[in-house]
């Protein structure tokens, strides 16, 4: 099942093709003309909530409920119109597609997880050449998870713009695989990681890699690098129960139509379960919380030869050419989950 949010609402739907059902009010019509049941939209509000957390947090109920609604107005259904007369299926074309973050989400970013990449940006060896991948994923293990937070209330979703930061002259991409959590926990063991996976959707983890002189203090911890308005794209849906081994993702990253990079979440350093078992020590996970994997190699910023005179390492500044531009349009695919578009544009 591929659910988006839409409108202004921020209503859940379930993409189906080129359409979009709200299910909530599909439900509440299933239940009324179905089951006989006397309040309909209460019980649609409590099976099949409209709202994300509480779709979520309703469990396997809820997609029974919008499984059991979609083969009614596919079936036996007089009409696709609501009981009081919602329009329950529109095309998708016409409706804005948001974000799918849930409300109080913690998007919770991976960093440095895929060493293909942490071997471009950096890794060097006495000599100053490339460390070869088995050591930099020696040193990677060693150093320890790492990443940072991003805001929801900053996130974009398909189609939408990227605003280019007046802090920086080199803006970059990410392409990653995100997992969306289905309930609460805390000191959660690895082994038991996956049962706490809900669904999943791509991102585009948008990085000032420089800024511009005076813009950022260089000892900052607010991760301003990570997070602007429009700093973090997701979507363009969250796919339920399509995706079986959450080890096991591909996606692609294109820019203007040229493939930048291609991944697959088998390689990460640390898996899914890790981060899970390391951010939940101590601190209760939350229904809707969101741990993305990071990304893998291709990124401008580990492709791109540093500019001389620039020092080395991770903060050397990298030529300008594969970063992104205004006018640039970035590609984030996958076969099961789709394709999260958006385009760079200046900042008015």
């Not at 049941?37 to 029974?64: C, H, N, T, W």
């Not at 948001?98 to 997880?113: F, L, T």
Request: proline content about 5%; charged content about 25%; glycine content about 10%.
């Amino acid at each position: 099942m591929k659910l988006v949010l839409f409108g202004p609402d921020r209503r859940v739907g379930v993409l189906e093709g080129d359409n979009v059902t709200d299910i909530s009010f599909a439900y509440a019509k299933y239940a009324r003309e179905m089951q006989n049941e006397p309040l309909p939209y209460e019980m649609a509000s409590a099976v099949v909530p409209s709202d994300l957390e509480s779709f979520i947090k309703s469990g396997q109920r809820a997609i029974d409920g919008a499984q059991a609604a979609l083969g009614y107005l596919s079936g036996k259904a007089a009409d696709k119109n609501g009981l009081r007369g919602e329009r329950l299926v529109q095309a998708k074309s016409d409706v804005k597609i948001q974000a799918p973050y849930a409300k109080r989400a913690r998007v919770i970013m991976g960093g440095g997880n895929y060493i293909v990449h942490s071997q471009g940006m950096g890794y060097r060896d006495a000599e100053g050449g490339r460390l070869d991948l088995q050591k930099v994923y020696e040193e990677s293990r060693k150093k320890g998870i790492w990443g940072f937070y991003c805001f929801t209330e900053n996130a974009v979703g398909p189609d939408d713009d990227v605003i280019y930061p007046t802090r920086t002259d080199r803006l970059d991409y990410e392409g990653e695989i995100a997992v969306i959590l289905g309930k609460a926990g805390k000191d959660i063991p690895a082994s038991k990681a996956s049962d706490y996976y809900w669904g999943y959707m791509l991102q585009n983890d948008i990085s000032a890699r420089t800024t511009v002189p005076h813009a950022d203090n260089p000892q900052s911890t607010f991760n301003r690098p990570k997070n602007f308005d429009s700093s973090i794209c997701g979507g363009p849906c969250i796919v339920v129960g399509e995706l079986p081994d959450a080890q096991n993702i591909t996606w692609t990253t294109h820019v203007n139509g040229q493939q930048r990079q291609e991944g697959n979440t088998k390689d990460m350093t640390f898996s899914f379960a890790e981060y899970v078992e390391y951010m939940s020590s101590d601190m209760t996970l939350l229904p809707g919380d969101v741990i993305s994997a990071g990304t893998t190699a291709g990124t401008a910023q580990d492709s791109s030869e540093i500019e001389p005179g620039s020092g080395d390492g991770r903060m050397a500044k990298r030529k300008p050419d594969l970063f992104l531009k205004p006018g640039d349009v970035v590609e984030i695919a996958n076969p099961v989950i789709g394709v999260l578009r958006n385009r760079i544009v200046a900042k008015s």
